[in-house]
């Protein structure tokens, strides 16, 4: 075996392993973020969120009083989903798509990104111009989470 076919199977092995540790942790995580969310304090946006300041309250809802524009927020927080299925899109060989041991892939991936334009683009730009500020704090967590499961999801469709 040449160094070069061995040097490949070793980064093989390494992403798979990346890849299966990313989708515990994504598991892991969800328990603390429900109950926390479920039990300690809710994460309110767009018509749900107190307008009115807070002077004293958790650090996390200190934070929560810093918001941004609906529109780019939701562009920004859902865009890592795209981003990472035109990532490994583009690490494709030509012809992938033809390749009919790839059509259920390519099916659920046309899905996945279809999914994602609609929220990504045509969902902002539909939403009303009255449409509450998002606060700092959701808008981060969804991007977090839209950086994962967009790798996650991209990762294993490719």
Known sequence: MNTTTESFSFVEEDDSKMHTFLCYLMIILSIPTFIYLTFV?????GKHVNVGTKSRGTVLQQISLIRFPAKPSWIVMESPNLFWACYFYSLQPRGWIQDHEN???VV???LF????INRTIIYP??????????PLTISSAAFCF???NGYIQSKNLF
């Open 103 to 105: 059509l259920v892939n």
């Open 108 to 110: 659920l991936l046309v």
């Open 41 to 45: 304090e809710a994460a309110p946006y």
């Open 113 to 116: 990104v279809s999914h994602y």
């Open 125 to 134: 730009i539909q939403m009303s111009s009255k449409s509450q500020p998002m």
């Open 146 to 148: 839209c950086t994962l």
